[in-house]
Nanobody, 126 residues
Framework: HLYVVESGGGLVQPGGSLRLSCTVS????????IGWFRQAPWKEREGVSC???????WYSDSVMGRFTISRDNAANRAFLQMNSLKPEDTAVYYC????????????????????WGQGTQVTVSS
């Protein structure tokens, strides 16, 4: 049974940190590019970060230097470490996977991803 499940969201004060996890079952994660996306109320979904099968990474300008994406293929998991959080980071965060072995230079478009999780809420507020 294939599923993608995000966890680790919550309420955090500005400047704080959260670590999101993406647990995948039913496929071999080694063969998949992993992406993190977010959608805030009244806004379009945006790409946050992605990591290729070769561990090449991409970050949006808005999170560059604050977020770090990683993967643990043996555990079929991926992570998004979020530091120095800002109120504008408030959104539902989604994990997605795509059977893509190529580069993620410049990002990897949302429409390419095959499987998505249900999302986890991140709220940054004092």
């Amino acid at each position: 049974h294939l599923y993608v499940v995000e966890s680790g969201g919550g309420l955090v004060q500005p400047g704080g940190s959260l670590r999101l996890s993406c647990t995948v079952s039913g496929l071999i994660l080694d063969y998949y590019t992993i992406g993190w996306f977010r959608q805030a109320p009244w806004k379009e979904r945006e790409g946050v970060s992605c990591i290729s099968t070769r561990n090449e990474t991409w970050y949006s300008d808005s999170v560059m230097g604050r977020f770090t994406i990683s993967r643990d293929n043996a555990a079929n998991r991926a992570f998004l470490q979020m530091n120095s959080l800002k109120p504008e980071d408030t959104a539902v965060y989604y994990c997605a996977v795509d059977r893509w072995f190529g580069t993620v230079e410049g990002g990897h478009p949302a429409e390419r991803y095959d499987f998505w999780g249900q999302g986890t809420q991140v709220t940054v507020s004092s």
